[in-house]
C-alpha cells in the first residue's frame, strides 16, 4: 500500500532544489552524446518487463525521417505500447502525496517551465516529418518532453522520498536517459499467431542550437542536425 501521508509545503532546503532537478533534465533532454545502443536495448526490454511485455526487436536509426522512411511502406499499424502506461502508473503513485497547492507549484516550476522551452523543439521537427512522410507522427516516445514529467517524478521520489514502485521509475528513467526518440511498430503474425512487436531507436541529434533566452534559433544554420543530414531549420524569435 503506497503513502498517504500529504506532503504541503516545501522545506527551503527542498525549494532550493527545484532548479536542480530542472536543469538535470534539461541537460539530458537537449544531450547530444551518441547512445549507448547496449543500454537503449537493456532500458527497453526492462520497460517491455516492467509492463508485462515480451521483448521486442530493436532497430537504431541515425534519424527520426530515417526510421519512419524505412517503414513507410510496411503493413505495420503503430499504436502506442509503453509509454502511457508507464506515466500514468507513476502519477497514480505520486499525485496523492502531494497537496494540491504544492502539486501546482511543482508541475509549474517542473513540468511547465520545461515544457516551454522544449515543446518549441519536440512539435516543429514532428509537424516537418508529417509534412516530409505524410504520416501521422503519435506512436513514440520523445525524449525531450519525457524529461519534462521526469524532472517532476525525480524531485518527487528523490528529493520528498514519495512512496512509489521502484521498477517502474527506474524503466521510465533508463529510458527517459538511454534512448533517442522511439516508434512502436506491432503487426501481426499469422503463422505464429502471435503479435510481433518491433521498437525503432533514432540516435540523439549530433547539434541542437538554443540562444540564451533559451529559444531555438538558426535561421542560416539547422537548430537540429542529425548524423545522416537529417534537419530542422527555423526562424529566430527576435521579440
Not at 133 to 139: G, T
Not at 150 to 165: G, K, M, T
Request: proline share 6%; aromatic share 10%.
Amino acid at each position: 500500500m503506497l503513502q498517504t501521508e500529504i506532503i504541503t509545503e516545501l522545506t527551503l532546503e527542498q525549494n532550493a532544489l527545484i532548479p536542480v532537478y530542472r536543469d538535470k533534465w534539461r541537460a539530458i533532454a537537449l544531450s547530444t552524446e551518441p547512445i549507448n545502443r547496449h543500454k537503449a536495448i537493456e532500458a527497453i526490454e526492462a520497460a517491455y518487463a516492467t509492463m508485462g511485455e515480451r521483448k521486442p526487436r530493436v532497430l537504431f536509426f541515425d534519424s527520426p525521417y530515417a526510421a519512419l522512411k524505412s517503414f513507410i511502406t510496411s503493413p505495420r499499424e503503430w499504436q502506442w505500447q509503453l509509454p502511457n502506461p508507464l506515466v500514468r502508473q507513476l502519477g497514480k503513485q505520486l499525485n496523492p502525496q502531494l497537496s494540491s497547492q504544492l502539486k501546482d507549484q511543482l508541475s509549474n516550476q517542473l513540468w511547465g517551465q520545461l515544457y516551454s522551452q522544449l515543446s518549441r523543439l519536440v512539435y516543429p521537427l514532428r509537424e516537418q516529418l508529417r509534412t516530409h512522410l505524410k504520416q501521422p507522427i503519435d506512436s513514440c516516445i520523445e525524449p525531450a518532453l519525457w524529461a519534462c514529467s521526469a524532472s517532476w517524478f525525480d524531485f518527487c521520489i528523490s528529493v520528498l522520498n514519495c512512496v512509489h514502485e521502484p521498477e517502474q521509475w527506474q524503466a521510465f528513467e533508463s529510458l527517459a536517459k538511454n534512448c533517442g526518440l522511439i516508434f512502436f511498430l506491432q503487426k501481426y503474425e499469422a503463422e505464429l499467431e502471435q503479435i510481433e512487436k518491433t521498437c525503432l531507436v533514432c540516435d540523439r541529434p549530433l547539434k541542437v542550437s538554443f540562444d540564451n533566452q533559451p529559444c531555438l534559433h538558426g535561421a542560416i544554420e539547422p537548430v537540429v542536425q542529425f548524423a545522416d543530414g537529417y534537419s530542422l531549420y527555423l526562424e529566430r524569435d527576435l521579440t
